[in-house]
């Protein structure tokens, strides 16, 4: 069974930096999309980043030029740099991607921005 693992959670004080990792059970080298997403308390989840073969990112609205997303296909790792945090930035974070057709998450890792 794929498993995705992330770790990086933690507190950052406004304007402060944190990197989340993600490391799969499985080889992602085929896999073609994969993603970051997170969900706020009473909020649903959104995607925050994500990265294409080729290099292409996209990045939700609210990350951009702060947040950057990048892949090891080599060690099957997933990461989020995530500068000039905001108290907004606050939500639980989420690694995915879908291979074979089938969807796969993190358990969610805890980010916390204190203003």
């Known amino acids: 069974q794929v498993q995705l693992v992330e770790s990086g959670e933690g507190y950052a004080q406004a304007g402060g930096s944190l990197r989340l990792s993600c490391v799969a059970s499985?080889?992602?080298?085929?896999?073609?999309?994969v993603a970051w997403y997170r969900q706020a308390p009473g909020k649903q989840r959104e995607s925050v980043a994500t990265?294409?073969?080729?290099?292409?990112?996209n990045y939700a609205d609210s990350v951009k030029g702060r947040f950057s997303i990048s892949r090891d296909n080599g060690r099957n790792l997933i990461y989020l740099q995530m500068n000039s945090l905001k108290p907004e930035d606050t939500a639980v974070y989420y690694c995915?991607?879908?291979?074979?057709?089938?969807?796969?998450w993190g358990q969610g890792t805890q980010v916390t921005v204190l203003s």
């Open positions: 995915h991607f879908s291979k074979l057709g089938k969807d796969y």
């Open positions: 499985t080889s992602i080298a085929s896999v073609d999309v």
């Open positions: 990265l294409a073969f080729g290099g292409i990112t």
